[in-house]
């Protein structure tokens, strides 16, 4: 989370931070509460590493409703750039909204087991570093067709963080143990999300 947080300053520095003023409201309020969810889950740790559990579970109360803003926040943002666009732009662009709803469904899917498993500690601390994934894209993507040279191809730019997802997923996966309960179902939604990904 700390890393995200502090690669999403260069990443989305030449599209937003650096023009606050333009921005529109969708986009101010999930850069928001992506900076709340964010900030909670380098938390939410370092409470349980305290031994600070009411605490902890207080904040996760709060968190889970951020999360669920995100969510819809997400959508709604993905729903006004379309919306923007004529039929030209969308026919020449609109596959590129396939990785910001799969990006949305990602997070919900982890967050949703997340709470779900949240008495199991290993698999609720699995799920809960699962809503990080949804994130990688966005800023790696940015890094690379901002900071970088011009890639061959342009899905060139999301290969990086594609790999960084199904790397995550399954070193999580491998350090499960295999009578941990749910392990199942976690393998279901760590092989799922790899073949969302492929499907783009």
């Known amino acids: 989370a700390l890393v995200l947080l502090a690669l999403s300053v260069p990443a989305f520095w030449p599209d937003y931070l650096a023009k606050l003023p333009a921005a ?15 900030l909670a889950l380098v938390a939410q740790p370092l409470l349980v590493r305290a031994r600070r559990l009411r605490l902890h579970r207080a ?15 997400s959508l709604l943002l993905t729903h006004h750039r379309v919306s923007r666009m004529d039929a030209a732009d969308f026919a020449a662009h609109g596959f590129g909204f396939y990785l910001p709803v799969l990006m949305a469904l990602l997070f919900a899917a ?4 997340g709470w779900r498993w949240r008495r199991v500690m290993p698999l ?3 799920y809960m570093a699962c809503t990080l994934l949804a994130l990688v894209e966005p800023v790696t993507a ?6 970088a040279p011009p890639p061959p191809a342009f899905f060139v ?23 941990a309960p749910g392990r199942r179902g976690f393998a279901a939604f760590a092989v799922a999300v790899g073949g969302l990904f492929l499907l783009y």
Do not use: C, E, K, N
């Open 24 to 38: 529109d409201l969708y986009t101010h309020v999930h850069a928001l509460l992506g900076l709340l969810w964010l």
């Open 59 to 73: 904040v996760g109360r709060v968190a889970a409703v951020v999360g669920v803003a995100f969510v819809v926040s």
């Open 110 to 113: 982890a967050l949703v087991q």
């Open 124 to 126: 609720h601390a699995r």
């Open 142 to 147: 940015r890094l690379m067709y901002f900071h």
């Open 157 to 179: 730019t999301q290969l990086p963080a594609f790999v960084i997802v199904v790397v995550v997923l399954a070193a999580l996966l491998r350090s499960l143990p295999a009578s």
